[in-house]
């Protein structure tokens, strides 16, 4: 079975640099989640889409910034990368509604600012 | 303020030895709790959803349970491949927000 794809799978930055992480939802999963673990912690939710438009915003920074795509495919661009941004930058992809099934999560693209 | 805490932080059992997982949560509009797995360097794999005090969920040697404010996850007799993070999170009023607690590493040890 299809699962969420994320890209890349890890990524070596600078500090001040950008980076861009994607995120390709299971088919005919209307919503998408994007999460940040740091070693040892909890995912903290960072923002979340349903049909293309921002439905929810957690605890992002400023200095990121999100989207999904026409084919529900989702990017999320972070600028002026900082050491405390390394970290596990989950997605997840889910039905609105059926949320009995859960959130179905990516394997993660591991960040490493230098 | 929105809260979900876990305990005990870390568990340690012997094969066959049956526990449980603590999850309390402090929060408005609770729409589910969830359950999760996490491997190392892996993303949360979800296990149960509960959206009622009573309301038990079971999947081979877990079984969850809800009250009105906490969710146990009883493991009985564990083996060594239930050796795992466990993650507790909880659905809030907004539709799509959902946040996680720190979870319980499990080890089981053969």
């Known amino acids: 079975a299809a699962g969420v794809i994320q890209s890349p799978r890890h990524l070596i930055k600078e500090k001040r640099e950008t980076a861009t992480l994607k995120c390709y939802p299971i088919?005919?999963?209307?919503?998408v989640y994007w999460y940040q673990q740091g070693p040892g912690q909890d995912p903290q939710f960072l923002i979340s889409f349903y049909e293309k438009m921002q439905s929810d915003k957690g605890s992002i920074p400023d200095r990121f910034s999100a989207q999904q795509f026409s084919d529900y495919h989702s990017e999320l661009n972070m600028s002026s990368l900082e050491l405390g941004d390394s970290a596990l930058y989950f997605c997840?992809?889910?039905?609105?509604?059926?949320?009995?099934?859960?959130?179905?999560f990516g394997s993660g693209t591991r960040l490493t600012v230098v | 303020e929105d809260q979900v805490t876990q305990s005990p932080e870390a568990l340690r059992l012997q094969e066959g030895e049956s526990s449980s997982l603590n999850c309390s949560y402090t929060v408005s509009g609770l729409r589910g709790l969830f359950w999760y797995r996490q491997d190392p360097g892996k993303g949360p794999e979800f296990l149960f959803t509960?959206?009622?005090a009573g309301e038990e969920k079971e999947k081979e040697r877990l079984k969850a349970t809800l009250t009105k404010k906490e969710s146990f996850l009883h493991i009985t007799a564990p083996k060594p491949e239930d050796s795992a993070t466990y993650l507790c999170a909880v659905g809030l009023g907004t539709y799509d927000k959902v946040i996680f607690g720190p979870g319980t590493s499990l080890s089981v040890i053969p």
């Open positions: 997840a992809s889910s039905l609105r509604g059926a949320s009995h099934y859960g959130y179905t």
């Open positions: 509960l959206y009622s």
């Open positions: 088919p005919r999963h209307d919503t």
